[in-house]
């Protein structure tokens, strides 16, 4: 079973909606990204909180808002998204920046 | 720029020896990744190479020469199961900040 869950596992939302991807690690890291994953493309870093603090915005466009509260929760708050922006979103856990990580089984994320 | 460059398919036979490369074009290098992705899955970790030389770990081995920008996965003994996509990841830190780039990844198919 793996450390790391990801809340909803599929969600369909209209480009006028506003709504927030859950992530959550049980492994006691201290840092924590989000990915997108979109078909034929490479995995891409959104962002990387290390204790709590963004240490990387990978020019993401603003209607992706990270928000990390403490060490074992990560946000995805959308609004107003675009049908490119569906794709797979996946968080990860690592103990620091530079170790392994660890990855949720993602959010499968449809925009009409 | 960064960049990522591996095979994007291959093809072997259960219970050979396939080798997928990797080369790599990044500034302030910090480690090499690969990780495993089943299809449908999230990405699984398998090796960190941060050293030039082969690291073993059971059926699969990492190699990693940084004058090069290069490595290589080492699958032996291939079963089935082996068949997924495989990622190679490069960390460097720029401007202070901790990034992360994924190549597109490699593609294989175990036949019996």
């Known amino acids: 079973e793996t450390g790391v869950t990801q809340t909803p596992r599929h969600l369909v939302m209209g480009m006028t909606n506003k709504k927030s991807l859950k992530c959550e690690q049980h492994?006691?890291?201290?840092?924590m990204y989000w990915y997108k994953q979109s078909a034929k493309k490479p995995l891409e870093l959104m962002f990387v909180?290390?204790?709590?603090?963004?240490?990387e915005n990978n020019s993401v466009p603003s209607r992706f808002s990270p928000e990390c509260p403490n060490s074992s929760h990560l946000f995805l708050h959308l609004h107003t998204l675009q049908p490119e922006d569906s794709a797979l979103y996946l968080c990860?856990?690592?103990?620091?920046?530079?170790?392994?990580?660890?990855f949720g089984p993602g959010t499968r994320l449809t925009v009409t | 720029g960064q960049n990522i460059d591996q095979p994007t398919e291959m093809t072997a036979t259960e219970g050979a020896i396939v080798q997928i490369n990797c080369t790599y074009q990044?500034?302030?290098?910090?480690?090499l990744f690969w990780y495993q992705q089943h299809a449908g899955e999230a990405p699984t970790f398998l090796s960190y190479?941060?050293?030039?030389g082969l690291e073993e770990k059971g059926r699969f081995s990492s190699f990693l020469s940084r004058s090069k920008g290069y490595s290589y996965l080492l699958l032996k003994e291939l079963q089935m199961k082996d068949s997924a996509s495989y990622l190679c990841?490069?960390?460097?830190?720029?401007?202070?900040?901790?990034?992360?780039?994924f190549g597109s990844g490699t593609r294989l198919l175990v036949r019996p």
């Open positions: 990860a856990s690592s103990a620091s920046d530079s170790y392994e990580q660890y």
């Open positions: 492994l006691g890291h201290n840092a």
């Open positions: 909180y290390s204790l709590e603090e963004r240490v």
């Open positions: 990044t500034s302030g290098f910090n480690g």
């Open positions: 190479n941060v050293l030039d």
């Open positions: 990841a490069v960390s460097f830190h720029m401007d202070s900040s901790y990034k992360l780039i």
